[in-house]
């Protein structure tokens, strides 16, 4: 079992939080994580998509209530959103009796958007928490090219050969499609879906133009909005919001799109091997994709993600914002000698960042420019993950 990172801050969450909800993709190892973290405390559990476990919480108030001495893990909880309103009552009863953290644990496949309800009847009292696929610093820099074809859902990782790991990530596509997908939104025809899901992947790292996606799948740019609100919701796909400030140029407003799975980029586009995905024209691509998620994944909270680029071709694959004002500038190169180029430069002076970074796959890190540092993709993990301690 891979050690993840979030689990020293779920345990925390739990110490002060009456509620936290652990959201991520199906299959990406939250009720691993959960029963590891409640091991050695009383707790537990029920999985929402057992008939049996359904039926314990017939009268959920009466049942929840015989165990408010215990920490109860609630899996796929969206597929009981009444329990909300109960478990406000409970976590607001127990607090009267001194009880304030610790009573619950809710894991759920999708966004907050999507588990609406918590947002609206459990604020303040709730912690949220995502869990990703798993990433460099959680399984070793010796698996930095496996986990960029096979992605990092660990069943595709662990996969004793390339060929069953594709397989997996095909039946991993085909189960959302034709089962899970239906539960969160309107029905949608698994093909059509799948069709719009793997022009997204051929799409990588674009710019997303709605209209020109409708256009070439033959719905208009509403249902295609819908589409794309879903997938994210389901996180499944990240828009990566461009960064605005007043520097005076033209600034590019629409968002880039990613698939945020680079194994499920490949699935889609049927690339097998590594030796097929570096003849593939998505290479570049989809490598940007992998090390922008694996590096949003282990920055500290408060850091959000942006990329900048200027109508005149200044450009920052990847701008990370501190919550103090800082800027970190990452550029990401698919070349054992990378080279920077006068866009980053360019976008460099226009934002004056503190830390100018180039990853690239090498191991080593070395200075490109007096300011500017080659890094690989472990080795800027590792130093977000100082600033995350």
Known sequence: MFKRHLQALLSEELQFSPAVALL???QVGKTTLALEVARNIPHVYLDLESERDRSKLAQAELYLESHLDKLVILDEVHRAPGLFPVLRGLIDQARRMCQTSGQYLLLGSASLDVLHQSGETLAGRTAYLELGTLNVLETGQETTDALWLRGGFPESLTAPSDDRSLRWRENFIRTYLERDIPQFGPRIAAETLRRFWTMLAHHQGGMLNVAQLARNLGVDAKTAQSYIDLL?????VRRLAPWYTNTGKRLVKAPKIYVRDSGLVHALLNIESKES?????VVGASWEGYCIETLLACVPAGVTGYFYRTS??????????????????????????????????????????SQKWVVYPGQESYPLASDIQAISLHGLCQKLSLNRS
């Open 24 to 26: 991520g993709p199906r």
């Open 232 to 236: 994210c919701d389901l996180l499944l």
């Open 277 to 281: 995905l570096l003849s593939h024209m």
């Open 312 to 353: 005149g071709g200044a450009e920052i694959d990847l701008l990370l914002a501190w919550p103090g004002g800082e800027l970190w500038a990452i550029e990401i190169k698919r070349s054992s000698a990378p080279k920077v180029e006068r866009g980053f430069h360019s976008a460099c002076n226009d934002l004056k960042p």
